[in-house]
């Protein structure tokens, strides 16, 4: 595998504040990095970071380059995108087109509209006349049509129904994503792009305190569902967290083994989120 971005003691201060704590981290080309984290965890300042969007101490090579002297070119293999609804609403999808072309060296503009021709979007609509799903597929079709290899999304789908949350998702994956091309994205929900990322980075108070794979996040962290008599057992193999469901204990562990874990009751794969609560209330490790 090849390292896209590298990372070592990446700091960011903010008048004598540290929103990014001398980090360490590696992206793998074709890669899908979920970067999650409360509010105020640093998530925007480690992606403005990787942008060359601010300044920063210590190392960071993103493509070979450094993205404080190297914008310009980094910005022809890479696209950022923050929020889906950030289309003017003024402008006719057209224009929109004709905008993005104008900005972005690798903009396919036969691409984006061979996309739209699949949808019910009109070239010469208003974008504020489009419904919220269409605009998405508008979205989407200015973003799949940029040929780029690091594709950054800072919360995606804020704002967005549940429903074309999950379109937006499918369609990334579906029409963008292959082995040479990498994301990273940042959201609050969780739960919507657990099953689409192949690797987990929790980040805290400007600290990193998960950075794993999906694979060893599966090997590593085991849910137990404990039966009464067990709870003290299960309690003596330090658990990161402990919630009750139904009346009974349910205990997640970090790397106990699937042995010592099967001994004390039921197992399963700890959800994201679960994970998630866990290591925000825990110290940093
Ligand atoms: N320009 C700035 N000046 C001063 N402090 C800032 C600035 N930008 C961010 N911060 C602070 O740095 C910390 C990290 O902010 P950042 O925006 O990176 O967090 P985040 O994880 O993206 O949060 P959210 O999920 O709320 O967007 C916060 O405490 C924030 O207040």
Redesign the pocket.
């Known amino acids: 595998m090849s390292a896209v971005v590298t990372a070592k003691g990446l700091r960011?201060s903010?008048?004598g504040?540290d929103?990014?704590k001398s980090v360490d981290f590696t992206i793998e080309r074709g890669r899908i990095v979920g970067l999650i984290?409360?509010?105020?965890?640093?998530?925007?300042?480690?992606?403005?970071s990787l942008l060359g969007l601010?300044t920063f101490d210590g190392h960071l090579d993103v493509f070979g380059l450094d993205p404080r002297q190297d914008r310009h070119l980094l910005m022809q293999r890479v696209c950022f995108i923050a929020d889906v609804a950030v289309i003017p609403r003024w402008m006719k999808v057209s224009q929109s087109l004709e905008f993005v072309e104008g900005v972005h060296p690798k903009f396919d503009r036969v691409k984006a509209e061979r996309f739209l021709q699949k949808t019910k979007i009109n070239l010469n609509s208003k974008v504020g006349h489009l419904s919220k799903g269409m605009v998405t597929q508008l979205h989407l079709a200015l973003i799949l049509a940029i040929d780029v290899e690091l594709l950054v999304l800072?919360?995606p789908t804020q704002g967005l129904d549940i429903l074309y949350r999950k379109e937006f998702y499918q369609e990334l994956l579906g029409e963008f994503f292959d082995d040479n091309k990498t994301i990273v994205v940042?959201t609050?929900q969780v739960e919507e792009v657990e099953n689409l990322l192949t690797d987990l980075m929790f980040?805290k108070d400007?600290n990193i305190v998960l950075d794993s794979t999906m694979d060893e996040v599966g090997e590593r962290f085991v849910e137990v569902m404990v039966s009464g008599d067990q709870v003290d057992v299960a309690r003596q193999h330090k658990p990161i967290a402990e919630r009750e469901v139904f009346g009974r204990k349910v205990f997640l562990f970090d790397g106990i083994g699937s042995e010592t874990a099967e001994s004390l009751g039921d197992t399963h794969r700890p959800s994201v989120s679960d994970l998630f609560v866990a290591k925000m209330k825990g110290v940093s490790a």
Not at 37 to 48: D, E, M, R, V, W
């Open positions: 960011k903010y008048g504040f929103a990014l984290g409360p509010n105020g965890a640093g998530k925007t300042t480690a992606l403005k601010t800072d919360e940042t609050h980040i400007g």
